[in-house]
Each structure stands twice: as C-alpha cells, then as structure tokens.
C-alpha cells in the first residue's frame, strides 16, 4: 500500500514570509496529491491539488510542485497570513487503490505577527 | 458545488448505546463514501470505504460489527458506531467522491464523546 511521509510536524513563520511543507510517498502508481487545511473541530478543506502529469500548479498565494522521480511534492505558501494559520495535510491516492487516499501525517502552521 | 453535509456535529452517549452519523452529499452523486476517525494531533485514519448498494470495505483493524456502514443511496451514507465504549471517542470525518478522476469533499466532522 501507499505510505506517505510529512516534514515537518509544526512550522512557525513571521507573517509575510513564505512557508514551504514537504511529503514523500511511497509507491509510484500513485497519481492525485491534494493538500488540506483543517482548522480546529472542522474537517478537511481543500486548498490545491495536482495529478501525475502537471509538475507545478499555482492558485494565488498557494503552489504545489510534484517531483515524480523523486517521489515527493510540496506546499509552498508565499506572504503568509495569521488567518493560514491551521494543520496541514498532504495526500496521495494510488491507481487502483480502491480510490481512496492516503494521508501524511500533518503540519501544525503557526503565522506570527 | 461539492458540498458534503455531516450530522450531528457533536453527540454525547453512554456507554453501550449506540450512534448514528450522516454524511450527505448536497450538490452531487456520490459513487463513493469514505468514513474516517481521527484522534487528536493526529491524522486521519481510513475506516471503511462505501459505494452505493454494496457492503463496504473495511481498513484492517476495525471492527465491521461494531461501525456498521450503510450507503443506501448515492447521496446518503450512515455510520453507526455500536456499543459504544470511551475508547470509541474520537472526531469521525466523511469525504465522498463523485467519480474515479473526481476530488474528495469532506464533511464537517462529528465529535463523539462516550461516558
């Protein structure tokens, strides 16, 4: 099955200044990487997702790059606000895994100001 | 679009009794329903996996007899956490998914609490 890591557990960065989140996964069948953001007490809210065949896909302040060599993708989180604030997860979804995905194990964001 | 409605948002029960949570997709048809449960600062754990009219699948470790999963319909899938125990606390989170190369909606999550 899918295995898929998460660096780092909690991040702190001054408001403005950009934040970068990393997962590896295991298996290179894989090809759906979403990124969530869950605030406390509420599920997960999806913030950017990518698919196999896009390197790089960008929504405002918000970008995820996929390396599928390496099997890793990234967050990245540019002139942070104190309302980002939240964990964050990343995800993998294998082909023919029954369509279900696998988490990472989160990132506790914290923007100070 | 893609809005996925979770009842109740919380529920306190006794030990031994039983507790229903639905998930509901508002705006869509959902193929698939994935129920998840997830302790705190932790992530989410894969319970079950339901389609619509089948038995659902089950993640090893959990107890079909005890979450009992239904998805009678493309919109509608129930979790009943049977006999529940303390232990069984926890925040239950559902995602449904329209179709295979789709996105996954979340619900809104249910806290249990069993005394």
């Known amino acids: 099955g899918e295995n898929v890591e998460q660096h780092p557990s909690t991040l702190s960065v001054q408001e403005g200044d950009s934040a970068v989140i990393k997962c590896t996964y295991s298996d290179s069948a894989s090809n759906y990487f979403p990124w969530y953001k869950q605030e406390l007490g509420k599920g997960p809210q999806l913030i950017i997702d990518?698919?196999?065949?896009?390197g790089e896909k960008k929504d405002q302040r918000i970008a995820v790059t996929l390396n599928k060599t390496a099997k890793h993708f990234s967050l990245h989180i540019t002139e942070t606000q104190p309302e980002d604030s939240a964990v964050y997860f990343c995800a993998a979804k294998l082909t023919g895994g029954g369509n279900k995905l696998t988490f990472g194990t989160g990132t506790q964001l914290k923007v100070e100001l | 679009g893609a809005v996925v409605s979770q009842h109740p948002s919380w529920v306190i029960c006794k030990s031994g009794t039983s507790v229903k949570i639905e998930c509901r997709s508002l705006d869509f048809q959902a193929t698939t329903m994935f129920w998840y449960r997830q302790f705190p600062k932790q992530s989410l754990m894969l319970m079950a996996t339901s389609n619509e009219g089948s038995k659902a699948t089950y993640e090893q470790g959990v107890e079909k007899d005890k979450f009992l999963i239904n998805h009678a319909s493309l919109t509608l899938s129930t979790l009943t956490v049977t006999s529940a125990h303390p232990e069984d606390s926890s925040f239950y989170i559902c995602?449904?998914?329209?179709?295979?190369?789709?996105?996954?909606?979340f619900g809104s999550g249910t806290r249990l609490t069993v005394v």
């Open positions: 995602s449904a998914t329209k179709e295979l190369n789709y996105g996954y909606t």
């Open positions: 990518i698919r196999s065949n896009v």
